[in-house]
């Protein structure tokens, strides 16, 4: 059974960082590609960040330079460090693990989510 649990959310005041971390279970960890997603109130879900079994990353434009995606396959985790928070970055986010990188496309296993509200 494929689990991934996403931990970190919090009300955060503009400016302010927040990690997020997801935890894997049930999928061969390090061949899978690991995303972030976020979806607000009345919004489409939109793809935030990805990162590839190799390591290698993509970002919305959105959040360019400001987000950063990791992983640690010992403990097949994936996280989200988020810097310069805005308003406009309040979502549920949600994890995703994929065995292929087109992020524009709803693929493979999905988290629950968790709650991220930046404001003062």
């Known amino acids: 059974q494929v689990q991934l649990v996403e931990s970190g959310g919090d009300l955060v005041q503009p400016g302010e960082s927040r990690r997020l971390s997801c935890a894997a279970s049930?999928?061969?960890?390090?061949?899978?590609?690991m995303g972030w997603f976020r979806q607000a109130p009345g919004k489409q879900r939109e793809w935030v960040a990805g990162i590839s079994a190799e390591s290698s990353t993509d970002y919305a434009d959105s959040v360019e330079g400001r987000f950063t995606i990791s992983r640690d396959n010992d403990k097949n985790t994936v996280y989200l460090l988020m810097n310069s928070l805005k308003p406009e970055d309040t979502a549920k986010y949600h994890c995703?693990?994929?065995?292929?990188?087109?992020?524009?496309?709803?693929?493979?296993?999905w988290g629950r989510g968790t709650q991220v509200t930046v404001s003062s």
């Open positions: 995703n693990a994929r065995l292929n990188e087109d992020w524009s496309r709803e693929s493979g296993f």
């Open positions: 049930g999928i061969l960890f390090k061949i899978y590609s």
